[in-house]
């Protein structure tokens, strides 16, 4: 019976403590020195951290003139975006974009489809 009880108060307890905050809303309660500190290295990683562009999307795979003529056309169609040729013996390729993550990729990727049908993204290489 004791036992019962203890669970009831623990109940009421909980279901109050909840009822106190807005619904949906997360308070956060930190000094302002840690908020100075996280501002500080947010500033730093924008200046001072790399940007690791670990994905590409190959547009060719063949012949140096078919990988010189996609290079060509994937420059006049995509002014903005980067393209470069790799030789792989025998074959050339044609390399374009540098995507720091999959998502960014695959959006990519359904556009130059539209021109390069046969294009896929590239995995980044493991290290």
């Known amino acids: ?12 307890q909980f279901s109050y403590m909840f009822s106190q905050t807005d619904e949906g809303k997360i308070y956060v309660d930190s000094s302002p020195q840690i908020e100075k500190l996280i501002a ?13 562009a670990n994905y590409k ?8 003139n078919g990988a010189i003529r996609n ?3 994937f420059r006049e169609l995509f ?12 074959n050339w390729k044609v390399k ?15 556009e130059i489809r539209l ?4 294009a896929i993204v590239l995995e980044p290489k493991k290290q």
């Open 79 to 90: 002014p903005g975006t980067s393209c470069s040729l790799e030789y792989d013996s025998p």
């Open 40 to 52: 500080k290295k947010i500033e730093y990683n924008k200046t001072h951290i790399p940007v690791q």
């Open 96 to 110: 374009v974009g540098y995507y720091k993550t999959r998502l960014e990729a695959d959006k990519h990727l359904y």
């Open 57 to 64: 999307i190959q547009i060719f795979y063949g012949s140096e």
């Open 1 to 12: 019976m004791s036992k019962n009880i203890i669970v009831i108060i623990f109940l009421f």
């Open 71 to 73: 290079q060509n056309k």
């Open 115 to 118: 021109t390069f049908g046969d």
